[in-house]
């Protein structure tokens, strides 16, 4: 099972939305709704910010939003902030067999 | 609030078996409706799911890993356990604990702080 495809890097300025793919298969992405978000500052573990797509966690801005078509899934975030300057996985259940595939990771820099 | 810490060796030779604890506390492993997983993240890269457990001892593993793979519960000490057998450098990087909901969803909330393993002679 190959990990879901992310863009390597995503770049904004600060007040500026920025979009971060996550492409999978029919077997992953395509056909479950259970995709979720981790944001993961250097050193630090990853902190979920968005599951089952599109819903957010008490306490993650609303600037923070998923959504999917397809076989692809994606998050934006709205009104960047210097704080948001991190690294994003996408995540997604893949069936009784492989279970849980991660994404390659993007960075997202604030310029 | 639910917290998980890992624990173990931070060195393992190579063919040996890499152990890690993960202790769960502000809440029950017992929960009915919580499973609790392992990940890993080499060095610079990205995020590996190992596998899940359930606190009546049902496992799933990732099928690239399942072959050396071992995780088991202990509820009286609200701990469970990763076993890796016959390690090599790949496998160096850093163990995540979570909590993952896997009840009407499928998530990973929340992590440990993670622990740095290192395969090396």
């Known amino acids: 099972q190959s990990a879901l495809t992310q863009p390597r890097s995503v770049s904004g300025s600060p007040g500026q939305s920025v979009t971060i793919s996550c492409t999978g298969t029919?077997?992953?992405?395509?056909?479950?709704?259970?995709v979720s978000w981790y944001q993961q500052h250097p050193g630090k573990a990853p902190k979920l910010m968005i599951y089952?797509?599109?819903k957010r966690p008490s306490g993650v801005p609303d600037r923070f939003s998923g959504s999917k078509s397809g076989n692809t899934a994606s998050l934006t975030i709205s009104g960047l902030q210097a704080a948001d300057e991190a690294d994003y996985y996408c995540?997604?259940?893949?069936?009784?067999?492989?279970?849980?595939?991660f994404g390659t990771g993007t960075k997202v820099t604030v310029l | 609030q639910l917290q998980l810490q890992e624990s173990g060796p931070g060195l393992v030779k190579p063919s040996e078996t890499l152990s890690l604890t993960c202790t769960v506390s502000?809440?029950?492993?017992?929960?009915?409706?919580?499973?609790w997983g392992w990940i890993r993240q080499p060095p610079g890269k990205g995020l590996e799911w190992i596998g899940s457990?359930?606190?009546?001892?049902?496992?799933y593993y990732n099928p690239s890993l399942k072959s050396r793979v071992t995780i088991s519960v202990d509820t009286a000490k609200n701990q469970f356990s990763l076993g890796l057998s016959s390690v090599t450098a790949p496998d160096t990087g850093i163990y995540y604990c979570?909590?993952?909901?896997?009840?009407?969803?499928?998530?990973?909330?929340?992590w440990g702080q993670g622990t740095l393993v290192t395969v090396s002679s």
């Open positions: 089952d797509v599109s």
């Open positions: 995540c997604s259940y893949a069936g009784s067999y492989i279970f849980y595939v």
């Open positions: 457990i359930y606190y009546s001892g049902d496992t």
């Open positions: 979570a909590r993952l909901w896997a009840v009407r969803s499928n998530y990973f909330d929340p």
């Open positions: 502000g809440g029950s492993i017992s929960s009915s409706s919580d499973y």
């Open positions: 029919s077997s992953d992405v395509g056909v479950y709704k259970y």
